[in-house]
């Protein structure tokens, strides 16, 4: 089947890509690309014509649904080519269009296992937010804080998976103002709590732009 996606993510999965962005034959719907490994594992970058966020793909594809991320589409054949691009000007008729703008029911940076098992909603959110900060935590991991309209309390900690950061934020914290976030969960509970074996999905954000 023929596909022509406007990526707004392609952010560092498992030593690869995880590139997204929305169904431009249906902008209600997200398409999310993975490996053909059984897995949803990630790509290459060759495999996606070394397309950014904001370009256009086309693609002969199928669906390879797992978990809660239905979302997810192979590419058949090497078949997929960047074809055009655009600016962030397009981010408000994408927010506008994409039926997805929440954050999954809490405002925590995960769900348990309980939280997850009850999602019907898309894997992947478009959400507009404010009070921006992104940075590196204890643990030198990449966290984003942040305020959202639905919730009442600053939203922190999440995970940062939008590689366009890592090298900025050790130099030190990015803020902006307000910013358009791709947020996302996995397609399964794929971490434990080591002292209480509590199993958790967490949340992730795979693309920033500042606005």
Request: proline share 4%; aromatic share 10%.
């Amino acid at each position: 089947m023929k596909k022509k996606v406007l990526l707004l993510a392609v952010s560092c999965k498992n030593r690869g890509l995880c590139p997204g962005g929305l169904d431009l034959d249906d902008p209600h719907k997200w398409i999310r690309i993975v490996s053909d490994d059984g897995q949803a594992g990630a790509i290459q970058g060759h495999e996606i014509d070394f397309a950014k966020p904001l370009d256009i793909i086309e693609f002969d594809g199928r669906p390879m649904p797992q978990g809660k991320q239905q979302e997810n589409w192979v590419i058949d054949n090497n078949s997929c080519r960047k074809t055009e691009s655009r600016t962030q000007e397009v981010l408000d008729c994408v927010y506008q269009q994409y039926a997805y703008k929440s954050f999954w029911g809490n405002y925590k940076a995960y769900l348990n296992e309980q939280e997850f098992a009850a999602v019907s909603a898309p894997s992947e959110s478009i959400m507009k937010v404010s009070n921006v900060r992104i940075y590196r935590n204890h643990r030198d991991k990449a966290k984003i804080d942040f305020n959202w309209s639905g919730a009442r309390d600053k939203i922190i900690g999440i995970s940062v998976t939008d590689q366009d950061f890592y090298d900025k934020i050790r130099e030190g914290d990015v803020t902006f103002d307000n910013a358009y976030i791709v947020t996302s969960i996995p397609k399964e509970c794929d971490w434990t709590l080591p002292e209480t074996d509590e199993k958790r999905a967490y949340k992730f954000v795979s693309k920033i732009y500042g606005i």
